[in-house]
């Protein structure tokens, strides 16, 4: 009698429970904003000092300082930024660079930071006023955080012969500021919008070109169960952007139509792939890299991949309870391995060892299995233990002719002995030379458990098969892989039977022609007797079944 244990199979389930991870990464955009460059390809020299009014008698009058404003319409910051000027006559100089926050009214208001920039002597300079050779870039000691309205302006209160470039028009926008400078009468000191104040013939902006960066964030969704083997991992990304930059005029040239798009491509660590999901085939750790690759359109960059590192550690989880066993007296451990962080066992026992009491079971057969956990991984496994003597079944009686052969096996584990000397769980008997009837014993023991079995064989000589109508049979092809072809000269009406060395018979087929083909795809590889018979007649051959 077999008996099972059955009160925890509720409590087991075989699939691991997916747990979710998120991984954020922001990542820093650097742009130059190179709008006012952009809008009038006229540039001009235009005079920065102390003496450059020329409409009136005062010699000491002028505008010594301009300025241009940028919007931020979301966080910003303010690395540095870049201008055209330059010397033309005298000796190097330096111009006073200050940033200026604004307040409602456009009016300069809060100072962000203030350096002063070297300008380089470039005599009698008549070249390209956009050209490299007099672009003067400076950084801040540290970035500035901005957002709204903000000024950038050059200043430079001596007579030097000192230049910085404009262009031609600035449509109407208003940006451009100017600093009126009397040294001798102060009373129209201060700073003009350029246009608002003075009118279209001051409708232009200085060039500068603020060095700013801003940030772009992709998430990463992966459920936490992929670190099993055998499991899925799957993962769910996006991208946020800064759209309220993206959309502005001064930070994108196509802001009219510009539309977020983007794709992602994952470096799994094995492969690299645009799915979204991925088991690996064998354990160990990975480095992933989740990339999202993104289409922007700043002044200086028209795309952007943005990489998160991910690691993960595939492992391999997997329990062995042993072959199954027997036990007769005393009691017997069953360990589950002392690494798992949790076992249930089907006799709700949670211990990493079970033992088990002869004394306590009735004769039978026992199933145990356990579920062990282990960093989020699950792995099962079962063993049958026989209580009580060995049971050793070697089959029914049976027949053989003189050229067949019979294995003869317990399926055991243990110590085997036959009564022809033989110690394996496995025998082979025959070909045989003569007609007899055979007796075949095992005994088998296995953890202080015995069992035996007992198994006659009659040998025939199988004569009765030929008579004097015995039909001409050719079986083809023989080895053979898919099939056999039987031909014969007599017999309409045949069986056609296939079977193993041990008689038992895995194919039989009853025909009504004299050629018939039987498939063997069924059938393993292996030595078998083919048996064509009629009444009393038979043929027999050995076939070879060869895939």
Known sequence: MRYFYFIALALFTFSNYAQFDTTRCDFEIIDTVQYVINKSNTPIALSINTINESNTAATDDGYSAFG?????????????FCFYGFMYSGSADSILSRVYQTNSLGELDSLVDSMWIPVPLHANYNGDLYSDSIKICATFNTPHQLIGDYVITLTNNS???????????????????????WASNHAFDGWYQSFSDFGAAWDFDIIIEPIISYYLSTEHITNQNSNCLGDTLTISSSISYNDSLLNHRMYNPNYNSYTSAHGFIYHYGDTVK?????????????????NGVTTMNGWTFNNYTAICPYNINVLDIQIDLGSDT?????????????????????TMDTTDILTIYADSLNDGVYQYSVRTEYNGCYSYDTIDITVGSLAVNLGNDTSLCLNQQLELTTNLNGQHNWNTGQLTNTITVGPFNNPDSLTYIVEVEAAGCFGHDTINVVIDNCLDIYNQQQPQISTYPNPSSDYVTITNDIWADYTISISDLRGQIVLQHKS?????????????NGTYILTIS?????????LQIIK
């Open 68 to 80: 241009q404003l940028f919007e931020a319409p979301d966080t910003v910051n303010l690395n540095g």
């Open 159 to 181: 007579t030097s012969d000192m230049y910085v470039i404009r262009n031609s028009d600035g449509q109407g926008e208003d940006l451009s500021y100017s600093y009126y400078y």
């Open 274 to 290: 645009s799915d979204t999901s991925h088991s690996y085939p064998n354990p160990g750790a990975y480095n992933l890299f989740l």
């Open 326 to 346: 027997s036990l007769c007296i005393d009691s017997i451990n069953i360990t589950a391995g002392q690494f798992f962080d949790g076992y249930l066992w089907n």
């Open 512 to 524: 009504s022609d004299y050629n018939q083909t039987i498939d063997l795809s069924d059938i393993s």
């Open 534 to 542: 009629k009444g009393v007649q038979k043929y027999q051959q050995k």
